[in-house]
């Protein structure tokens, strides 16, 4: 349809390739774009499946393992590196250095845990785990961050999407993982070293800040976005519990893995069809502005001056701070903040809590996924099952807070710290699940923490955005993301994994025997984690506390209209772009088709107005 109107006339082929460039350097293939790489981001969530294999093949015991997985969420959420790299460097740089590392680290444990190199010392796998898992915040800033700025008006949605693909991404690359590996953990490894960084590569030159536009229909293209979103989710829902019943050959891997590529990239016929919506209107509009209206005004020197209106005193707005001004004087909240005003303020310190203790004991339960499920009894199997549910709920979290909240917002002006703290609620009843190991219950955890884990981000992110301002965004969006190694540590490693080995200890003394050098080290019963999640549990409940405060210092800003600025901004930029409406201007010169111009001569008397092909004829 599009195509045959593309190619009617004699510019035909300029017109084709005219709308070629115009899709692959639109707003919404930069959005597909974007989606793409959100979609492969996620390797760091995959830490259940391979974990037991890094465990194994190089003899760690369960607390070197739990710091294992700290370094690599503190690479993964340490983000003010790229963030700072963001403020003065365009999102391509951003993204190349993530390919990169993640490409290098990946790989670095890939040849350790394959054998060939010579086992590595502790400290140089955290250091390989965190530089891969750092490349994710990369890969986050220069993707999700100037989506944001291009959509300010729906950064809910935007979030909510474009974190949901990550949540979902590990899905993702299991399916392509079984498809060209078959069941080897350790070539996960490989894959996902080689294939973010081959995605973001791809797309360097279609990612960046643009203009902001003001789009009628934009929310419903999201919406459109969503739904393709969703039928992925499902399909993959669909698949993991047809491939945990049945034993699936590499043919019929091959098979599920190419229907998710094609869900995958689905959105792209959104995206053509809504940028040949804007440029066939835009070359409507230049087909009747050759049909130009000629304007005849009396000349300058004859018009009767006009009174010049009266003057008013300018307002005299807030001088924006430098860096180091007014730290502890911070503007009102939704004007933009400098790092050190949004740093020191009592909202983000509560936000800072809050999170930690809420994303600290979800990252607790989905990195130990695959130890909790061995020491429950359940089949290896399933541990891959088990990370699948917390990927596709993980998704299914950031898409449904993300879209929700925003509609809660516009519609009710329900501020996001509320959902925020119902969130935090919620996960307790899948860490008290854990907790107390009641038969298959680790499949419904799994469900209710990935879900809750994937909720609380586009919460945090869009908070911050609305709180403290778009200028420094990707600088406190790499904070908040500070949040999650701050829990794991505590958590994760400190709690979790000493309780662990002590109990495994324990078991070991009763039976009469004593660890070896090398030896990983095991437990198994209901003990192993029971008082670890307790405490989670009390934490969460903590963090829960925390965030009514900010729902209470934050519901009369929320009340209010905390977009009207983008909007003005928006029309703005329109009005100074010529974009606003069919204008009648003043017009000199008439061009014939792409032939001669005709000039026509301004004459005295009112007003009058003729069109072109009139104009052109009293010329000749």
């Known amino acids: 349809m599009a195509v045959a109107e593309l190619s009617n006339g004699g510019g035909g082929w300029r017109n084709t390739t005219g709308f070629v460039s115009r899709v692959l350097m639109g707003r919404w293939f930069m959005a597909f774009s974007c989606l793409l790489v959100m979609s492969v981001a996620g390797a760091t969530y995959m830490f259940g499946i391979y974990s037991t294999e890094i465990k194994s093949s190089l003899g760690y015991d369960q607390t070197t393992l739990n710091l294992l997985s700290f370094f690599k969420d503190l690479g993964g959420n340490v983000g003010i590196l790229s963030g700072l790299i963001n403020e003065v460097t365009p999102p391509w740089v951003v993204l190349s250095i993530g390919g990169v590392m993640n490409f290098a680290g990946y790989f670095m444990i890939w040849l350790a845990v394959t054998g060939r190199i010579a086992k590595p010392s502790v400290w140089q796998m955290c250091l390989y785990i965190c530089v891969a898992g750092n490349s994710q915040s990369f890969a986050n800033t220069g993707g999700l961050v100037p989506c944001v700025v291009n959509f300010p008006q729906s950064r809910g949605f935007v979030l909510g999407i474009l974190k949901g693909y990550v949540g979902l991404s590990g899905a993702i690359m299991t399916q392509i993982y079984h498809a060209l590996y078959g069941d080897d953990p350790k070539s996960l490894i490989l894959l996902i070293a080689w294939l973010p960084a081959v995605i973001a590569f791809m797309f360097l030159r279609t990612i960046r800040v643009m203009k902001v536009v003001n789009q009628p229909n934009e929310l419903k293209i999201f919406y459109k976005l969503l739904y393709i979103s969703l039928g992925l989710a499902g399909f993959l829902m ?8 049945f034993t699936f050959t590499r043919i019929e891997y091959g098979l599920s893995a190419s229907m ?23 070359t409507k509009s230049l087909n009747d502005t050759n049909k130009l209206k000629v304007v005849t005004e009396k000349p300058p020197s004859q018009a009767a001056p006009l009174p010049s209106p009266p003057r008013q005193a300018p307002a005299s707005p807030r001088k924006p701070d430098s860096c180091t001004e007014n730290i502890f004087r911070p503007p009102a909240r939704g004007e933009d903040y400098t790092i050190l005003q949004a740093l020191f303020s009592i909202d983000m310190l509560i936000l800072f809590i809050a999170t930690t203790c809420g994303i600290g004991g979800t990252l607790t339960a989905i990195d130990n996924l695959g130890q909790i499920g061995t020491s429950l009894g359940y089949a290896k199997k399933s541990t891959t099952t088990f990370v699948s549910l917390v990927s596709i709920w993980n998704y299914l979290g950031r898409v449904s807070a993300g879209f929700a909240s925003e509609i809660f917002l516009r519609k009710y002006k329900l501020p996001r710290p509320l959902l925020l703290t119902m969130v935090l609620l919620v996960s307790c009843v899948g860490h008290l699940l854990i907790a107390f190991a009641v038969p298959n219950s680790l499949y419904f955890a799994s469900i209710i923490i990935g879900y809750c884990f994937g909720a609380i981000w586009p919460l945090m992110f869009a908070i911050i955005s609305e709180i403290f301002g778009l200028k420094y965004y990707s600088t406190l969006y790499n904070f908040g993301n500070v949040a999650s190694p701050v829990g794991s540590y505590i958590l994760n490693v400190k709690v979790t994994g000493t309780l662990y080995d002590k109990e495994a200890l324990k078991q070991m003394a009763a039976l009469g025997e004593t660890r070896k050098a090398g030896e990983d080290l095991t437990c198994t019963g209901a003990s192993c984690y029971r008082l670890s999640f307790m405490i989670i549990t009390a934490a969460t409940l903590f963090g829960c506390i925390v965030s009514v405060i900010l729902v209470l210092r934050t519901r009369k800003f929320y009340k209010g209209d905390i977009y009207k600025k983008f909007r003005e901004e928006s029309i703005a930029g329109e009005n100074d772009a010529g974009l606003t409406g069919n204008e009648v ?11 001669v111009g005709a000039a026509i001569p301004r004459t005295s008397g009112p007003t009058t107005t003729a069109t072109a092909t009139a104009a052109i004829a009293q010329h000749q």
């Open 260 to 282: 998710v590529l094609i869900l995958l990239f689905l959105p792209i016929g959104v995206v053509i069809r809504e940028e040949y919506k804007v440029w066939k209107d835009r």
């Open 238 to 245: 669909v698949i993991i519990i047809i491939q945990n019943k």
């Open 585 to 595: 201007v003043p017009v000199e010169k008439v061009e014939i088709g792409e032939g």
